[in-house]
C-alpha cells in the first residue's frame, strides 16, 4: 500500500510554455502533499505544502505565481510551471502523507522536466 | 527552523564491509528522524523511522539507526554491506507535532563495489 504516482515521468518543453505534473495516491487519502525539488546532486528542496480544498503554502524564495499548485481531490495534486524557463529545469518530485500527525510521507518517482 | 548535516557525501566501499553514514541535526525541541533511500532510477523509499522509545530503530535491508539525543545525531548503519545498497541515502527530520513538513540532508552516495 501506499503507492505514489507522478505523470509525465518525464518532459521536455520550450521556453515560454507551461508544464503540468500530476501527482497521485494511488491506494491512499492524501490530505496533505508535497513538492520538491531536487538538483543534480544535491538535496531535495520543499517547494510548497497543499492540503486538499485549500490554497497551498509556499516555502520562502518560491515564486507561487510560477508555480501553481492545486490540490482539487484527496488522491490528485498538480504542480504547473508557468512561463517556463531552462532554469526551472529540474527534477520534481512529489509526496503525500494520510495526514495522520507524524505519519511518514510517501514518495513519486519524479518528474525530469527539461526546458530548451 | 530546524537543519539537517551529513558530512559523508561520497562513501565507497567493498561487500560485506561495516557502513555508518552521519546525520547531525539542528533544532530546539523534540523531533522526528528518517532516513530515506534512493537506488539509481527509483523513488524514495523509508528506509526507517524514530519518533520515541527505544532510541535504536531497527529498519529494513538490515539498516539501523541510532537516536543520540545529546549529540543530535542520527546515524545510520549496516554490518555487512552488499552490491544492492548502492543508492543515495538522505537524512530527514521533522518537528514532533509540528505537521509533516521534512527537512532533508544534502545526502550520501554510497557505492558498493565487489
Known amino acids: 500500500g501506499a503507492v505514489v504516482s507522478q505523470h509525465p515521468s518525464w518532459v521536455i518543453c520550450k521556453s515560454g510554455t507551461s508544464v503540468k505534473i500530476e501527482c497521485r495516491s494511488l491506494d491512499f487519502q492524501a490530505t496533505t502533499m508535497f513538492w520538491y525539488r531536487q538538483f543534480p546532486k544535491q538535496s531535495l528542496m520543499l517547494m510548497a505544502t497543499?492540503?486538499?480544498?485549500?490554497?497551498?503554502?509556499?516555502e520562502q524564495g518560491v515564486e507561487k505565481d510560477k508555480f501553481l499548485i492545486n490540490h482539487a481531490s484527496l488522491t490528485l495534486s498538480t504542480l504547473t510551471v508557468t512561463s517556463a524557463h531552462p532554469e526551472d529545469s529540474s527534477f520534481y518530485i512529489c509526496?503525500?502523507?494520510?495526514?495522520?500527525?507524524?505519519?511518514?510521507?510517501?514518495f513519486g518517482p519524479g518528474t525530469r522536466l527539461t526546458v530548451l | 527552523a530546524q537543519s539537517v548535516s551529513q558530512h559523508n557525501h561520497h562513501v565507497i566501499l567493498s561487500e560485506a564491509a561495516s557502513l555508518e553514514l552521519g546525520c547531525n541535526y539542528s533544532y530546539g525541541g523534540t523531533v522526528n528522524l528518517f532516513w530515506y533511500v534512493q537506488y539509481p532510477g527509483q523513488h524514495l523509499q523509508l528506509l526507517l523511522k524514530y519518533f520515541s522509545g527505544d532510541p535504536l530503530v531497527k529498519g529494513i535491508k538490515g539498516f539501523e539507526a541510532e537516536f543520540i539525543k545529546s549529540k543530535f545525531s542520527f546515524n545510520l548503519r549496516k554490518p555487512s554491506v552488499q552490491w544492492s545498497d548502492t543508492a543515495e541515502y538522505f537524512c530527514a527530520v521533522k518537528p514532533s507535532g509540528g505537521g509533516n513538513k521534512l527537512t532533508f540532508g544534502t545526502g550520501t552516495q554510497l557505492k558498493v563495489e565487489l
Open positions: 497543499s492540503n486538499e480544498g485549500s490554497k497551498a503554502t509556499y
Open positions: 509526496s503525500a502523507s494520510k495526514g495522520i500527525p507524524g505519519d511518514e510521507q510517501f
